[in-house]
């Protein structure tokens, strides 16, 4: 068993009987009391977030997940179906592991999934995305002075602010951590 002391972000426990990801972990002193760890977590199997206080010193089940990368092959239902590239197993990953990036996502990209055995736990699509715009307004010739924005619809449906002076057809690079415009690409 480890210690709250062997923690960190991105580390895998066993919290209460479920399966739990940390996100924030920050140790406490406050005034005059016992030092603490504030935890916040997000539970793996449908995502929902907890927050909770470990004692510093107390045991902690941390459990062992081996991450892969898969090549992303179709949309399935409620799952997207990815392959191993080494054993070229197709494995069906729940949709809602992948979180808001997984609308950026093209057949194709490579994803980076943990597993806790055979059974895929988090899903991480590709930091960023280059995708072609289907349709927005068009832009006008010295709309570049400002920092205003409009909305664009990218490949697959996706509707993303851009500035005015990117047009229909054109390639721009989006980050799928939150869905912004970053540049254009040629």
Request: glycine fraction near 8%.
């Amino acid at each position: 068993m480890a210690t709250t002391q062997d923690i960190s972000v991105g580390n895998f426990i066993r919290y209460n009987g479920e399966l739990v990801q940390i996100i924030e972990w920050q140790h406490r002193t406050p005034g005059n009391l016992r030092a603490f760890y504030q935890a916040k977590m997000r539970r793996v199997k449908d995502g929902k977030l907890a927050e909770n206080r470990f004692r510093s010193g107390e045991s902690v089940e941390i459990v062992r997940v081996e991450t892969h990368e898969l090549q992303y092959l179709y949309e399935e239902g409620d799952a997207y179906v990815c392959m191993n590239n080494d054993t070229y197993d197709q494995i069906p990953v729940a949709k809602h592991l992948f979180g808001e990036g997984a609308k950026f996502m093209k057949e194709g990209d490579t994803i980076k999934i943990a597993f806790e055995g055979e059974t895929p736990i988090s899903a991480e699509p590709p930091t960023y995305a280059v995708l072609e715009i289907t349709y927005t307004e068009p832009g006008v010739k010295g709309d570049t002075a400002t920092n205003t924005l409009k909305q664009a619809t990218v490949e697959g449906g996706a509707t993303v602010m851009v500035p005015l002076f990117v047009d229909t057809g054109e390639k721009i690079r989006i980050d799928t951590r939150n869905g912004s415009y970053m540049e254009r690409v040629k």
